[in-house]
């Protein structure tokens, strides 16, 4: 039974009793505790049911490596799943629940996966649910979802608040244990601007749980002075409960900041993500113990030495009476010496070492506590719990040569460094075979921009063992003097990756390598052996370190089982990807302030909330929203296209064009620059008038269109599509940027400088003329004109322009008028039927009239020739952008599709997208087609659906009757015509 | 901390000034009395900022209402020189940022060493999504950013400063 020692517990505050429930039960700990440690001291070993076999599961570990102790935290908006209760701390009234066990944690009916495990091995999955083919999706995976898996989703939105910080320093020491401590304080001391940062709430790491004495001081003081030194000084940053979760290139680093995760009372943001830009980056994070892979070492009450020695010094808890410790390695008996320290039994020491001989193991044996040689664990024994160890020679096939009740094994294969920020960029790994572990390989650091090392390892991160070792490792890598420190020689580790060495299958399937995913040593052999030899492919079919530990403890472990079954060596197979966080980060802490009406920014029209306030329904554009429609009451919004284009077209509408992108080009060579960018002459433009151009990029392909209208001699003003304001803008920067750079031309992006109203329909000159002011008639400002003068008391400029066939006037005023210049226009229509009509209007009417819409006619490879277009580009220029684009052969072939419209027989909409279906089958076995639809819409106008579309020799073919494919429903007919549909000779427009 | 506050500013007069520099600068000068700003900084007198842009742009703050007749001077002053004065005074919204927890408050949303910002520097940079400057208006700071996201803006430095 684990229970709470009388004394010790260095993290822990008794005199602070915290009360908390764990499925339910009311549990009582301290301040201090984490929810691991609490639940121990009541009595609760049992914390959770493994992901596929649902075996129970205790703690393994004391950290941010435990892959067994996940719980859910919290309930309702606060709920969080898979949360390591090794690293939640505990708060009073915290609500801690199991997961993955029905109907109970204690008795839970999943276990029979295990009973059954012979018949569920690596890749079970892909070879068992192949047929048949629906099964899959319907029926096996929900099935094996429910049977398996951890946590349940949260189900309501997160009531936490999360923020972000930049940050900048010359070098970040992620890591606040003595080494960390030590390098902060050397490049302090050279007046760098340094950054502290440690994932637990006190500094020190391992050192005063371990007993280190320091400059003659136990490490506890030790660390407590160099904390108030580094506070003292105003270019040291330290930060608590901060992890350094990632690494990435040019020195920017991701710390995970906790804020409220320990406390009852929470308020203000929850996590703190510093986004930190470091000139150099020390990575001080220690090394994490392995297990050892005998059978049975997942059972609960097995557990790694080092976390057994947490357990007991940092929170006075004890997980047995009577610890059995199996060892290849010197450091566990540090966990016999505090055991014994808290008047715990420790009925035997197994080390698989022989003839050993160090300062460390003879002190433990003077304590009267008898060590094993060559001894390993055949088995474990118990259930719910240890109950005792068979013990073998490890040298052997795991024959029994003694049985040894206890009620707690502590385990060490020994010690990886936790190289994960060094390797996040790039950083590569040497393996040392004396110390059984991956180092950091100094001579391949991740480099930088000047190519150069970023991020240096130090302490036992690096491979340090001792605390002397530790020490010179930082003054070796960051100068400056180091403490002295007593150095006590260890015995060498032996390497040790199944336990005996000859253990039969059976035994190979119950030794467990990844414990959160269930991965056993016998799963990576039968990858092997199945031909999975690479670590990586080995890894993704038996999901070895795919958990949400990312194989803290196991990867190792896994690959050292895949090298001796391949008769190679480790460095051979060599490591997995260490990818950044390296514990899992919320996605609310990386989305910051990005949430809720922040998370996107949404660009608002000067008239927008005239709009909201009408009920406008929305079509997003780019980051613009633009009124879709203004449905009324009860009216669909098919209704309300159709009576906004009747209203328009017989009477007045009212469109709110603000977004279209409105590009000033001014200088000497402007039109020399113009010509350049448009298909067009736009040079000859005269100063007054309107011109509609394209613009293709340099293969040819159309990407935007619009009207520029020409100001002056040396100024154009170009419009874009809305979409194209900020690209189309960028394009001719880069242009006369890289290309045309003693070309005289600057370009200024105006678009939310004005506002723009379309004011359309056969009364559009009516309500201007009543606005007064400006003379708009058809002799002063004909079509294709503009004009700058003052109209109903708004300085404003009128272009003469239409996209609707109408008579049309575009009115820019500077946006801060635009509201009131709208409301005056609302206001002065009301006697001529104005109303305002939104984008599908828009391009019902364009459609109507055969105007092509950039994104509907064009997909980035459809030349403006394609589209008819040809009047538009010039045959006089000997260049522009795109032109030798269009000259190529694929463009000249007499079977492009090309641009026409489209009548269905029977007056139908045909659907967007369709294709016209051709004889034949191509050389997939596909029907061969020979046009699409690009644009189709119901045209009020003319009562019928209307439609445009791009057809192989389609101009050519006028009249002819194809067949487009209509999904779900028989192909429809229609007929090849003219793509203008309404008003060819353009009577409503030139009034 | 409460006493950090977000104001969302009255209109201010913007005008754009592109050009080589030692063409802009003289004029400015001649019209405002603000000196040519060094790279990335700003000068600021009679009320007027001048703020370097880029090596070819400047942009100068005044009065929303006199923006029109200082750019149509400035046009003038420039004569048939390689420039081109524009006002954008509606393009554009200023926020003042004032109190003890401001400058936290803008390092949440953007990348800037605030540390190491000059006192003159106008620090044309990103705001969570948007583009935006910022520069310091003796005690105050000032943010910057386009029209059309001016509520998102709003919300953004609302929600970063501490309650």
């Excluded at chain 1, 506002?755 to 359309?760: E, L, T």
């Excluded at chain 2, 000068?43 to 703020?51: D, K, P, S």
């Excluded at chain 2, 927890?101 to 044309?124: C, I, K, Q, T, Y």
Aim: proline fraction near 5%; aromatic fraction near 8%.
């Amino acid at each position: 039974m684990s229970r709470r020692l009388r004394t010790g517990g260095r993290r822990i505050d008794r005199s602070r009793p915290v009360s908390f429930t764990f499925d339910g039960r009311e549990m009582r700990g301290f301040a201090g505790d984490t929810v691991a440690s609490a639940l121990l001291a009541n009595g609760q070993l049992l914390m959770g049911r493994s992901f596929k076999y649902h075996r129970p599961r205790s703690v393994v570990g004391s950290g941010p490596e435990e892959p067994n102790a996940l719980v859910s935290i919290g309930e309702g908006a606060r709920f969080e799943p898979n949360q390591r209760a090794t690293v939640q701390p505990l708060w009073e009234g915290l609500v801690a629940r199991s997961q993955n066990a029905w109907p109970s944690l204690d008795f839970d009916i999943g276990r029979v996966n295990d009973y059954g495990s012979k018949f569920l091995p690596a890749g079970f999955y892909y070879k068992t649910f192949i047929h048949p083919r629906p099964f899959w999706k319907h029926v096996f995976e929900p099935l094996i979802r429910r049977a398996t898996g951890l946590g349940a989703a949260p189900t309501e939105a997160d009531r936490d608040t999360y923020a972000h910080r930049y940050a900048y320093c010359d070098t970040l020491v992620v890591g606040g244990g003595i080494a960390g401590l030590v390098a902060a304080r050397a490049a302090a001391a050279a007046g760098e601007r340094v950054m502290l940062v440690e994932r637990q709430e006190l500094w020190g790491g391992r050192a005063p749980t371990d007993g280190a004495t320091l400059d003659g001081q136990p490490a506890a003081e030790w660390v407590r002075d160099s904390v108030q030194a580094l506070g003292a000084m105003e270019n040291v940053t330290m930060l608590l409960r901060c992890e350094g979760s990632g690494v990435y290139d040019h020195g920017y680093v991701l710390c995970t900041e906790s804020l409220t995760d320990h406390l009852a009372g929470k308020s203000g943001p929850r996590q703190r993500l510093w986004r930190v830009r470091a000139g150099r980056v020390v990575a001080a994070t220690g090394a994490i113990e392995r297990p050892l892979s005998f059978a049975g070492n997942d059972v609960p009450g097995v557990l790694l030495a080092s976390a057994l020695r947490d357990y007991v010094v940092d929170y006075g808890v004890s997980l047995g009476e009577r610890t059995v410790i199996v060892t290849n390695n010197d450091d566990a008996y540090r966990t016999a010496k505090a055991l014994l320290a808290a008047g715990l039994r420790v009925p035997a020491i197994l080390d698989v070492r022989e003839g050993m001989n160090s300062p460390l193991v003879n002190e433990v044996k003077g304590m009267g506590v008898r060590v094993h040689a060559g001894r390993g664990i055949a088995r474990v024994h118990g259930d719910g719990r240890v109950t005792g160890v068979s013990v073998c020679a490890q040298s052997g096939d795991g024959t029994v040569l003694q049985e040894i009740r206890c009620d707690c094994v502590a385990m060490s294969g020994g010690w990886s460094p936790v190289v994960h920020l060094w390797s996040h960029c790039g950083g590569k790994l040497w393996w040392d075979e004396a110390r059984a572990m991956f180092r950091p390989d100094a001579d391949n650091p991740p480099t930088g921009a000047d190519g150069k090392g970023f991020v240096s390892v130090i302490g036992a991160a690096s491979g340090a063992l001792s605390t002397a070792e530790v020490l010179t490792d930082v003054a070796d890598t960051l100068g400056g003097p180091a403490p002295e420190v007593e150095d006590i020689a260890e015995g060498p580790i032996r390497q040790v990756w199944t336990m005996p060495e000859g253990a039969p299958h059976k035994l190979r399937a119950k030794m467990w390598l990844d414990y959160q995913n269930d991965v056993k040593v016998s799963d990576i052999r039968l990858a092997a052996q199945e031909g999975f030899e690479s670590v990586e492919h080995a890894k993704r079919y038996t999901t070895l370190g795919m958990a949400t530990d990312q194989g803290k403890l196991s990867n190792i472990n896994g690959l050292a089982v895949l090298a001796d079954r391949l008769d190679t060596t480790i460095p051979q197979v060599g490591t997995t990807t260490f990818r950044p966080p390296y514990t899992p980060v919320t996605i609310g802490t990386l989305a910051g302030e990005a949430r809720g009406v922040a998370f996107q920014p949404l660009r608002r029209t000067p008239v927008h909330d005239w709009h909201e306030n009408h009920g406008a329904h929305w079509e997003p554009v780019g980051q613009w929203r633009r009124p879709y429609c203004y449905p009324r009451p009860g009216e669909s919004h098919a209704d309300a296209v159709i009576r906004e284009v009747r209203n328009t077209r017989e009477r007045l509408g009212l469109l709110d064009a603000s977004t279209l992108g409105k590009i000033l080009v001014r200088g000497p060579d402007a039109g020399r620059f113009l010509d350049m960018l448009y298909t067009n002459m736009m040079s000859t433009l005269k100063p007054g008038r309107c011109r509609y151009g394209l613009m293709c990029d340099e293969n040819g392909f159309l990407m935007d269109d619009g009207v520029v209208a020409r100001i002056d001699d040396q100024t154009f003003l170009c419009h874009t599509t809305t979409g194209g304001a900020e690209r189309i803008h960028v394009w001719m920067e880069d242009w006369l940027q890289c290309e045309w750079w003693d070309w005289k031309v600057h370009t200024l992006n105006l678009t939310e400088q004005f506002a723009q109203i379309a004011v359309v329909g056969p009364k559009a000159r009516a309500v201007l003329e009543k606005l007064g002011g400006m003379d708009v008639s058809a002799e002063t400002l004909p079509f294709m004109a503009w004009t700058d003068g003052t109209l109903g008391g708004f300085e404003a400029r009128v272009f003469r322009i239409s996209f609707s066939g109408e008579l049309s006037y575009e009115i820019a005023v500077p946006a801060g008028q635009g509201r009131a210049l709208w409301d005056a226009l609302m206001e002065a229509g009301v006697e001529f039927g104005a109303m305002p009509y939104g984008t599908e209007a828009l391009h019902v009417m364009r459609a109507e009239k055969g105007f092509i819409m950039i994104g509907d006619e064009t997909d980035g490879t459809i030349i403006p020739q394609d589209l008819g277009l040809d009047w538009a580009i010039s045959k006089k220029k000997e260049d522009f952008l795109g032109k030798r684009g269009q000259g190529r052969d694929a463009f000249r072939k007499p079977d492009r599709w090309k641009l026409v419209g489209l009548e269905t027989i029977d007056g139908s909409i045909l659907e967007d997208g369709a294709y016209a279906i051709a004889d034949g089958t191509n050389e997939n076995g596909q029907r061969r087609t020979e046009g699409r639809v690009t644009s189709t819409y119901y045209s009020p106008t003319l009562d019928r659906g209307i439609a445009m579309g791009l057809v192989a020799r389609g101009p050519d073919r006028m009249g002819e009757t194809l067949r487009f494919t209509q999904i779900g429903g028989e192909p429809v007919a229609a007929r090849i015509v003219d793509p203008v549909f309404f008003d060819r000779d353009g009577e409503k427009q030139n009034v | 901390m409460s006493d950090t506050t977000v104001l969302a500013m009255d209109p201010v007069g913007l005008i754009a000034l592109r050009g080589p520099l030692d063409v802009l600068a003289p004029a400015v000068e001649a019209e405002t009395g603000c000196a040519r700003p060094a790279q990335r900084l700003s000068t600021a007198a009679n009320g007027m900022r001048v703020m370097w842009m880029s090596p070819d742009e400047l942009m100068l703050i005044c009065d929303h209402a006199a923006a029109p007749d200082i750019a149509a001077r400035l046009t003038d002053r420039l004569g048939d020189a390689f420039a081109t004065v524009v006002v954008v005074s509606d393009a554009r919204v200023l926020f003042e940022l004032t109190g003890p927890g401001a400058v936290l408050a803008l390092a949440s949303l953007m990348p800037v060493d605030f540390a190491r910002l000059d006192p003159a520097e106008v620090r044309r940079t990103r705001m969570a999504q948007i583009p935006a400057a910022i520069w310091r208006e003796g005690a105050a700071w000032r943010v910057m950013c386009f029209r059309s996201v001016a509520r998102y803006a709003e919300t953004l430095l609302r929600g970063a400063v501490p309650a």
